[in-house]
């Protein structure tokens, strides 16, 4: 419900080369919702391993900070 039908725009921006840095506090708090975790945890993986990619992100402090929110938030997931 959180996510409603913008959830595949949000995970193409995600993978796309240069991500806006507005995607990191957005995943963020995303995260804090367990209906959030849960898409950003899909079962392939893919979002996890590009949010680890971005976590070394150099080109933005902003992304890297929500992002690594994000992940520490998804460690709540069961």
Do not use: D, Y
Not at 19 to 42: F, I, T, V
Not at 44 to 66: A, H, N, P, Y
């Amino acid at each position: 419900e959180a996510l409603g039908p913008g959830a595949e725009p949000l995970l193409r921006a995600l993978s796309s080369a240069r991500p806006p840095a507005e995607l990191g506090a957005l995943l963020c708090n995303l995260s804090q919702a367990p209906e959030g975790r849960r898409a950003l945890l899909e079962r392939s993986g893919r979002v996890v391993r590009r949010m680890l990619e971005l976590v070394r992100w150099k080109e933005s402090v902003e992304l890297r900070r929500g992002v690594v929110g994000a992940l520490r938030n998804c460690c709540f997931e069961h």
